[in-house]
């Protein structure tokens, strides 16, 4: 998780990610609850976060993704989650603890490939094991415990193909889109697209 | 309060987050909660009207929270006469104890949390994690730089809007539409984020600022004996809080009683 091997840019374009996607997942916050009320009437109100949860993944898929070092999925997550507190989220300085769980959980993806690997399968399963991990971390956190065995079973299977999706593979989309612009060129994934670019052409 | 040093604040609201997670009684979250609330409107220097506006959305959620958690308990819980059912739910007593202790416990939460997001200087905050958590000065002024941009970007949000006004591109109708819309604002804002970063990054290294935690700072965060007092007292009422509840033999810990 050391920070030395980084380039000060890279830390910058994380800090940025992170701030940008505090704001995403606050709107989404709200976007849970609402789903949440509309899912109340037919007893299915656990469900209501579940559906979206992967999207509080993205950014450590997006970050790992793009800056390609050690630690990028665990910083990104936590400084999302550090911002999502200096912006007045009410989950108030748990959500940094939340935030660093869910960062281990997708670092963890990484770290098994030793880092070397940034597959779409790669980045599917990080998002899967941050759901892992976050659910863990909400089962001691909100009294999951005192549910039954089914219900939770049940939630932990929709948070993982959340996980799946809106973290792995929207990450994944999102980070192709943005190196299609070109911002990327001083970044790890923006050099890689170069080199094939090249390889093509010669 | 809000001159207590953020980071230690920090931790002091995060510890009886963590250890009420343990406890599935009623009597314990019911206690401390009375305690934070009077310790808020007392000492914190929140207005009351504020508080309440911030407050008053969470009591709904947790009754929704509580109704939730009635319908789903496990067998270890549900303990109890039965009492009514809703459906294909059945309720018990043991199920409506747990679901309104979990409820209270998410109200300590909240409690807990205001009483740190509405008395805390954001900047302060990052400052302090730096001075007194060792967060690395590259992530934290990093965060800063990223912080400030916030404002900028409904600036450029504006502008990309009438940049396609002008061009001809009207409001989005239909779900697919409103997908390439969200497409269309959305790279070209962080693209430009990005390009921000990259100049921001370059302007502090040319500006010599090294990263190195061997630094000096500006503003000094320090703790001082005030703030060790806050840290006493709120986990002072978590432990009495705790302590009572266990005497009383109405502590619940993972279902666990200590009777």
Not at chain 1, 74 to 80: K, M, Y
Not at chain 2, 61 to 85: I, K, P, Q, R, V
Request: some cysteine.
């Amino acid at each position: 998780m050391l920070l030395k091997e980084w380039k000060l840019k890279e830390i910058v374009l994380m800090s940025i990610f992170g701030v940008v996607f505090a704001f995403i997942y606050l709107g989404f916050y709200f976007f849970g609850q609402g789903l949440r009320n509309i899912l109340t009437p037919f007893g299915l109100a656990p469900f209501g976060y579940e559906v979206i949860f992967g999207i509080w993944f993205i950014v450590s898929i997006i970050a790992a993704y793009v800056i390609r070092k050690k630690g990028a999925a665990f910083w990104s997550e936590l400084i999302a989650g550090i911002v999502q507190v200096l912006i007045g989220s009410p989950a108030g300085p748990q959500l940094i603890i939340s935030a660093a769980i869910q960062g281990l959980g997708a670092e963890a993806a990484f770290a098994a490939t030793k880092w070397k690997n940034y597959s779409l399968t790669v980045l599917v399963a990080a998002g899967m094991s941050a759901a892992v991990f976050s659910y863990a971390w909400g089962w001691f956190q909100s009294g999951l415990a005192a549910l039954t065995p089914g219900l939770i079973i049940a939630t932990l299977l929709v948070r993982i193909v959340s996980g799946a999706l809106l973290a792995g593979v929207l990450g994944k989309w999102i980070s192709d889109q943005l190196a299609a612009t070109g911002v990327l060129r001083g970044y790890a994934l923006g050099k890689e697209r170069q080199k094939k670019r090249v390889r093509k052409a010669s | 309060m809000s001159s207590i040093n953020p980071a230690l604040k920090g931790i002091t609201v995060l510890i009886p987050g963590l250890l009420l997670s343990f406890t599935f009684d009623v009597f314990t979250p019911l206690v401390f909660l009375v305690f934070m609330i009077t310790f808020t409107l007392l000492f914190s220097g929140i207005p009351i009207k504020k508080w309440l506006l911030f407050f008053s959305p969470f009591i709904l959620l947790a009754l929704g929270f509580a109704w939730m958690t009635m319908l789903y308990t496990s067998d270890a819980f549900a303990g109890g006469e039965h009492l009514f059912s809703v459906w294909r739910f059945e309720v018990t007593t043991g199920s409506v104890m747990v679901g309104i202790s979990l409820a209270l416990r998410s109200l300590c939460f909240v409690s807990l949390s205001l009483l740190f997001i509405l008395t805390t200087d954001s900047t302060k905050f990052m400052l302090s994690l730096m001075q007194q958590l060792k967060l690395p000065p590259k992530i934290t002024f990093g965060i800063l730089a990223g912080y400030r941009f916030l404002p900028t970007f409904r600036y450029e949000y504006q502008v990309l809007r009438q940049a396609h006004r002008v061009r001809g591109i009207g409001r989005a109708k239909g779900i697919r539409e409103r997908i390439y819309q969200f497409r269309r604002y959305a790279i070209p804002l962080m693209a430009n984020a990005i390009r921000k970063a990259e100049r921001t990054a370059n302007a502090m290294e040319s500006k010599g600022f090294t990263g190195s935690a061997d630094r000096t700072h500006y503003h000094q965060m320090k703790i001082s004996r005030k703030d060790w007092m806050f840290f006493g007292v709120i986990n002072g009422a978590l432990i009495i809080t705790l302590l009572a509840s266990y005497q009383l033999g109405y502590l619940n810990i993972f279902g666990h009683r200590f009777v």
